[in-house]
């Protein structure tokens, strides 16, 4: 059974860090394409981040691009989100999710799997 659990999520200053974690079970990542989709209150689904399991080609949204990076430990099947200078506009229950094209995942599409989010609150 594959299962996805986010976590590492908090309530930071603009400016902040946070460190979001998923850790997988069920599957390796060289079995799947892995990432990050985030939705915040009122407002459509964002693909943030991808890990392409054919080339390990990593790709991130625009509206991120630069502050967050994303990276894996294939060892602890594990999935980490560095997000640095946060803003309030990251706001959003952030999700991992697992078995997708990385095009599709920035429309905003969840995948084949995925867990439960962790919530991400920036203060202004």
């Known amino acids: 059974e594959v299962q996805l659990q986010a976590s590492g999520g908090g309530l930071v200053q603009t400016g902040g860090s946070l460190r979001l974690s998923c850790a997988a079970s069920g599957f390796t990542f060289d079995d799947y394409n892995i990432g990050w989709v985030r939705q915040a209150p009122g407002k459509a689904s964002e693909g943030v981040s991808c890990?392409?399991?054919?080339?390990?080609?990593?790709y991130y949204g625009d509206s991120v691009k630069g502050r967050i990076t994303i990276s894996s430990d294939n060892a602890k099947n594990t999935m980490y989100l560095q997000m640095n200078s946060l803003k309030p506009e990251d706001t959003a229950i952030y999700y991992c999710v697992a078995d997708i094209p990385c095009s599709r995942l920035f429309m905003g599409t969840v995948g084949e799997f995925w867990g439960r989010g962790t919530q991400v609150t920036v203060s202004s």
């Open positions: 890990i392409s399991s054919s080339d390990g080609g990593i």
